[in-house]
T-cell receptor, first 109, second 115 residues
Framework: QKEVEQDPGPLSVPEGAIVSLNCTYS??????FMWYRQYSRKGPELLMY????GNKEDGRFTAQVDKSSKYISLFIRDSQPSDSATYLC?????????FGQGTELSVKP | SAVISQKPSRDICQRGTSLTIQCQVD?????MFWYRQQPGQSLTLIAT?????????ESGFVIDKFPISRPNLTFSTLTVSNMSPEDSSIYLC????????????FGPGTRLTVL
């Protein structure tokens, strides 16, 4: 079993939709949780960073962590075509990041 | 954050040859990392590049295959040695500005194809 599981998609939604991206993990020692956005042929860009259970909001993006269920989510409200990218969850423990497989998102105008 | 550049951005190489990838940061950073991203796969940490000492390699990666240099706090190189088609991948460097390893910023990547 992988330490971090993420549905690879692809996920296609119409512009304006609410997008939900999810990851589960098995290691309860993970301390911090991140979401990265990676556009085609670019490096990953840090989007959200959380360290406790609950919600963190930044504009149209909300990161949610449920440590009891070992589950994290990223919600995108009013999705835009510019949100089309691959979204990777990542978790930190023992001095290194462990990444999920990434979910490819396409937002159609 | 930091401005991170990588050279080359892409290359096509022949089996059995070696390629050195450079990573340059616009400010001094304590921690630099090298990752591999194979087609359709996630990022896998190859090693942590330590300034003034040998790199720390993850399980499955060895120094003979992926030698790393870190001559100063703004620069590192990764060499992919004796390449085979299985080494075709995107290679990314990242840095952590706060030395904790948890908040990493990535370079644009080097897309390597081995024929």
């Amino acid at each position: 079993q992988k330490e971090v599981e993420q549905d690879p998609g692809p996920l296609s939604v119409p512009e304006g939709a609410i997008v939900s991206l999810n990851c589960t993990y098995s290691n309860s020692a993970f301390q911090y949780f991140m979401w990265y956005r990676q556009y085609s042929r670019k490096g990953p860009e840090l989007l959200m960073y959380t360290y406790s259970s609950g919600n963190k909001e930044d504009g149209r993006f909300t990161a949610q962590v449920d440590k009891s269920s070992k589950y994290i989510s990223l919600f995108i409200r009013d999705s835009q075509p510019s949100d089309s990218a691959t979204y990777l969850c990542a978790m930190f423990q023992g001095g290194k990041l462990i990444f999920g497989q990434g979910t490819e998102l396409s937002v159609k105008p | 954050s930091a401005v991170i550049s990588q050279k080359p951005s892409r290359d096509i190489c022949q089996r059995g040859t070696s390629l050195t990838i450079q990573c340059q940061v616009d400010s001094q950073v304590t921690m630099m990392f090298w990752y591999r991203q194979q087609p359709g796969q996630s990022l896998t940490l190859i090693a942590t590049a330590n300034q003034g000492s040998e790199a720390t390699y993850e399980s499955g990666f060895v120094i003979d295959k992926f030698p790393i240099s870190r001559p100063n706090l703004t620069f590192s190189t990764l060499t992919v040695s004796n390449m085979s088609p299985e080494d075709s991948s995107i290679y990314l460097c990242s840095v952590d500005m706060l030395a904790g390893g948890d908040e990493q910023f990535f370079g644009p990547g080097t897309r390597l194809t081995v024929l």
